[in-house]
């Protein structure tokens, strides 16, 4: 029987060890609790969404548009709460392999110190004794390395298994209590200093509501709408864009001399934004 090398027995469960190294992986599960008798530390209202509402007024050439601002709020109750984070941890199948060859290496160690002439060199033939015999020292270097790679590999594993408990995180928070949607005090206010524009045919015109949310437009000759003069009454389509409430389609009247005496109004409201 061929002598077994402690030294190479030892590099290679060393190897072994790296190899079993068991990798982590974690996640994370938040949960706050507020108590049901808990007071608000702060209360805020806030506008959730807001509309725009435009009104206008033709009278021949002239055109008036007011725009208001049509506001939702919400009230939002701060509160104190307690924050829990739960840390989830799982090991990977190579924690079992940690063990599975600690178990092994401590096995060879108890064998090599029980039978240590399993593991010496062959026999020689001792004169003295007339007979032959197997050295026990070897045996007994090999029980001690594999006793010391078991254990490494048994610490190893344990070391894992401690790193792969759960963890409870608690911290103080504050916690957000929302109510419901519900039109603003006062619910409508001018929109005042917005970019408007007018799209009516190919022709585009600009304007800036004042602080009472009001903008007036000229608008284009009738010659310049139709190459032919259509002397019936009729409705031009026209584009009123008003910043994020985007496109109001809004409706004129031609000819203009039609609103001189009763001007042509209308309203027109963008959707929430």
Not at 89 to 96: G, H, L, N, T, V
């Amino acid at each position: 029987m061929r002598e077994v090398r402690p030294i190479q027995a030892a590099l290679g469960l060393v190897a072994a060890l790296a190899a079993a190294c068991s990798q982590i992986t974690s996640e994370s599960e938040i949960r706050t609790i507020v108590r049901p008798d808990a007071r608000p530390l702060v209360e805020e209202t806030k506008v959730v969404a807001v509309a725009v509402e435009a009104r206008w007024s033709q009278r021949g050439r002239d055109l008036t548009v007011d725009l208001r601002e049509r506001r939702s709020c919400q009230k939002v109750a701060h509160l104190a709460a307690r924050q829990e984070e739960r840390i989830v941890r799982k090991p990977d199948a190579m924690i079992y392999f940690e063990y599975g060859l600690a178990a092994v290496a401590l096995g060879v160690s108890a064998l090599a110190f029980a039978r240590p002439e399993l593991f010496a060199a062959e026999a020689s033939y001792d004169e003295d004794r007339m007979q032959y015999i197997r050295d026990p020292k070897t045996g007994r270097r090999v029980g001690g390395v594999f006793t010391a790679v078991g254990l490494g590999l048994l610490t190893a594993g344990i070391v894992d298994s401690v790193r792969a408990r759960d963890r409870v995180v608690v911290s103080d928070t504050v916690a957000l209590r929302e109510g419901p949607v519900q039109p603003c005090e006062p619910p409508e206010a001018p929109a005042s200093g917005r970019a408007v524009e007018l799209a009516v045919g190919e022709q585009t015109l600009a304007g800036t509501s004042d602080g009472e949310g009001r903008v007036r437009f000229v608008l284009p000759a009738e010659n310049e709408m139709s190459p032919e003069t259509d002397p019936s009454p009729r409705a031009l389509a026209a584009t009123l864009r008003v910043g994020f409430a985007g496109a109001l389609p809004i409706t004129l009247v031609a000819p203009y001399a039609d609103t001189t005496a009763a001007p042509h109004t209308g309203t027109v409201q963008s959707g929430p934004q």
